[in-house]
């Protein structure tokens, strides 16, 4: 079987994002003017790639971060079990480690290897991964989609790497994670790797 490649990209900036506002998968954002620029460079790099299909999770965000590849004509699919991680209660709301004991308490739960951990009406990463399951053996078994460009969430992406990769939820932390930032994984049939970690050089500024 030819290795299949994956492009794992994270949606474009929003107002949410520069405040520090929680969005999760309950705020349904448009992506601001510097998202839809890092959505334009990222096409201007690689609208050239013959992707087979276009995924995106059901929120607005991830859509508009690939909208001009929609607008080739591309297969595309919206999946729920995309969507970012339910932060609850806190969701529209701003929080920081520094000045949020239960948020600080609940990701170092997380690091600790506590991954049932939640914020008050929120998901914890193991149900996240329980929802994304589904879109993981879809991923494996359409063989015949070469090449796809997968958008989502940063939080749903550490547990999505997590899980191709087969590493427990506690290490997500180490996949960080920007806006517009790409993960390129081979996958061979069997085996997901990486082959771009954190890449953001299509949003480098000509010099």
């Not at 506690?170 to 994984?185: A, D, I, P, Q, V």
Request: proline share 3%; aromatic share 8%; net charge negative.
């Amino acid at each position: 079987m030819k290795p299949r490649t994956i492009f794992l990209l994270r949606h474009g900036q929003t107002d949410f994002n520069v405040r520090g506002i929680v969005q999760g998968s309950g705020v349904d954002s448009s992506l601001n003017d510097t998202g839809r620029r890092q959505a334009a460079q990222f096409f201007a790099a690689y609208g050239h790639v013959p992707f087979n299909k276009v995924y995106t999770s059901a929120l607005r965000r991830t859509q508009e971060s690939v909208q001009q590849f929609l607008d080739l004509g591309l297969p595309h699919e919206a999946h729920s079990g995309l969507n970012e991680i339910s932060w609850g209660v806190r969701e529209g709301t701003r929080i920081t480690v520094e000045e949020d004991a239960e948020y600080r308490q609940v990701l170092a739960g997380w690091v600790a290897g506590d991954t049932h951990a939640r914020l008050t009406g929120g998901e914890s990463p193991e149900e996240v991964a329980a929802r994304q399951r589904p879109f993981i053996e879809l991923l494996r078994t359409r063989d015949d989609e070469e090449t796809v460009l997968v958008c989502m969430h940063g939080r749903a992406m550490r547990v999505m790497l997590c899980q191709l990769l087969n590493y427990p939820l506690s290490r997500m932390e180490g996949f960080e994670h920007s806006n517009l930032c790409l993960y390129k994984l081979e996958f061979t049939g069997t085996v997901f790797t990486v082959k771009n970690f954190l890449d953001v050089s299509h949003l480098q500024e000509p010099a």
